[in-house]
């Protein structure tokens, strides 16, 4: 292994390229993996997680780490794909050690740990050495200490370290996982136990746990969501796609929903509250109700305007459903779709009216999931308009949400294969 650096602070290597010894890519680095060796004693670095293409986050031993330093890591390339898992004293450096609180030894005060420093011994094993702190409390001297504002450097042995159950912070965990998609934000929270796995969805905005809850396991999502005040919980529902709201909402207890439901605003609840009236594996059932719905008035400058809204998904954004006043679903007549390449052939003033697709037909709200997962085959399509017994449009099926539907209940948590049958990820 390479002599210099000997020491390395783990803040800054998030995020690196790990390559392989041709510098082919292998993926990126997401955390350090680290062993409690108890108090007297500074954890025992074993390794790093990687997350390679797939979004598939696995174990690298340190042994096969070649050479590290902030601009890139180079492994001997022998890594094992599977899908990494914690086992006895592991602990994740960034997940779990990361924002923790510390007292100082020598009393004067305590902090919170914002990065971590592991250093190679003359062995070439590597160990946590030192503790980047955001100071708390009085300014005292501190042996070994170096300043910089209200932050410090501290070796690993001047501090007290609490039991692993006591609260700790996830500012800096969050901050630093900020441009993760929520996926990838739900994958890296979904291999946390359960406690460091609520401190930091508790840390996330409504919105952000709104998105990532949605990625979620069914297990997850309610171990989280009843980990919330019914209050917060309920803001956090509003944030979601009525269809995965209430999705969620059938995880729970009758008394537990209609709680959160009395909660929620009218509205929000409303569109939930329809949701939850259909039977399970028909096309109401697994609809979003807030599609792109326009007036045939409106033109084509009109509907790319609306399309192009952030939060709508691609399947979503793929087709403008034209229907008659009122345009909040339950709809007025519906009259027809227009699909996005259609808005990009025609000039921006064209009204929509002229250009509807009125050859594809809406399924029905009781329709069976088979038969919209044929349509959607056969018609190449991303959503197909779902209609009431009146011809009033009440929502949209997208692709995604058929095949959520169509995969084993734990296809986020699989890998191959069910994590409960998975094997030893270290080879």
């Known amino acids: 292994m390479n002599t210099n650096p000997t020491r390395v602070f783990v803040a800054r290597l998030l995020g690196l390229d790990v390559f392989d010894p041709l510098g082919d890519r292998l993926g990126r680095l997401r955390d350090a993996v680290v062993l409690d060796r108890g108090p007297a004693r500074p954890p025992h670095v074993v390794g790093l997680v990687v997350e390679v293409p797939g979004k598939k986050r696995v174990f690298v031993p340190m042994t096969r780490i070649t050479s590290m330093d902030p601009s890139q890591i180079i492994c001997t390339g022998l890594v094992n794909l599977r899908r990494f898992e914690q086992r006895g004293a592991e602990m ?11 007292s100082l030894r020598d009393g004067s005060g305590s902090g919170t740990v914002e990065d971590i420093a592991m250093e190679r011994n003359r062995t070439g094993d590597w160990h946590v050495s030192q503790l980047f702190v955001r100071r708390g409390g009085s300014t005292s001297p501190l042996r070994g200490l170096r300043r910089g504002g209200g932050h410090l450097i501290i070796d690993w042995l001047d501090a007290f370290h609490g039991p692993v159950d006591e609260p700790q912070g996830a500012t800096q965990f969050v901050a630093q996982h900020d441009d993760l998609k929520a996926a990838d934000f739900a994958d890296a929270l979904h291999e946390m136990n359960d406690k460091r796995r609520l401190e930091v969805a508790g840390e996330l ?3 952000r746990l709104a998105d990532v809850l949605q990625e979620l396991p069914d297990d997850d999502q309610v171990q989280i969501l009843t980990s919330l005040t019914p209050e917060r919980a309920a803001d956090v529902l509003e944030e979601m796609d009525p269809d995965d709201a209430a999705d969620l909402l059938n995880e729970l207890t009758d008394v537990q929903k209609e709680e959160l439901l009395q909660l929620m605003e009218p509205e929000d609840a409303e569109d939930v509250r329809r949701l939850l009236e259909y039977e399970e594996d028909t096309a109401g059932s697994l609809m979003t109700t807030v599609p792109v719905i326009l007036p045939p008035e409106a033109t084509v400058a009109e509907a790319l305007a609306h399309v192009r809204r952030e939060e709508l998904t691609p399947a979503l954004a793929s087709s403008i459903f034209v229907c008659r006043p009122p345009l909040e679903t339950p709809t007025g007549r519906y009259l027809g779709v227009v699909h996005i390449q259609q808005l990009l052939r025609y000039p921006p003033p064209e009204p929509l009216g002229n250009i509807i697709d009125t050859d594809l037909e809406a399924v029905g709200d009781q329709g069976n999931v088979s038969d919209v997962s044929r349509m959607l085959a056969t018609y190449n399509l991303n959503s197909l308009p779902v209609v009431n017994s009146d011809g009033r449009l009440v929502g ?3 692709v995604d949400d ?18 409960s049958k998975r094997g030893d990820r270290r080879g």
């Open 92 to 102: 994740l450096m960034v997940a779990e050690l990361f924002d923790r609180r510390i």
């Open 205 to 207: 905005q409504d919105d």
């Open 396 to 398: 949209a099926v997208t």
């Open 402 to 419: 058929v095949l959520d539907h169509l995969l084993p209940d734990d296809w986020r948590a699989q890998d191959g294969t069910p994590r």
